[in-house]
Nanobody, 120 residues
Framework: QVQLVESGGGLVQPGGSLRLSCAASGYIFSINAMGWYRQAPGKERELVAAITGGVSTNYADSVKGRFTVSRDGAKNAMYLQMNSLKPEDTAVYYC??????????????WGQGTLVTVSS
């Protein structure tokens, strides 16, 4: 059973930075896609940044130029560097892996979420 654990959330002032981490435990044969999502109070969960095919990245328009997603393939880990944070970035951030085992394809797992609060 694969589990994801996020860390790195917290309270930061506008203009500040945070780095989120997502670490996987359990057996993964290969990863199809990795993504960071967020959900603000009263809003739907939205995609923030994703890595597909191991190298291709895409970002929500609202975070382009401020956030950077990266991965460590050897550790099955993913990171989100968030700079120039704004109050509207306040949300619970979730990581998501779509992966395969040797016997089963297209599995999906979510982390438990980490809260990011941007406020002065």
């Amino acid at each position: 059973q694969v589990q994801l654990v996020e860390s790195g959330g917290g309270l930061v002032q506008p203009g500040g930075s945070l780095r989120l981490s997502c670490a996987a435990s359990g057996y993964i044969f290969s990863i199809n896609a990795m993504g960071w999502y967020r959900q603000a109070p009263g809003k739907e969960r939205e995609l923030v940044a994703a890595i597909t095919g191991g190298v291709s990245t895409n970002y929500a328009d609202s975070v382009k130029g401020r956030f950077t997603v990266s991965r460590d393939g050897a550790k099955n880990a993913m990171y989100l560097q968030m700079n120039s944070l704004k109050p509207e970035d306040t949300a619970v951030y979730y990581c998501n892996f779509r992966y395969n085992t040797r016997t089963t394809r297209s599995l999906e797992v979510w982390g438990q979420g980490t809260l990011v609060t941007v406020s002065s």
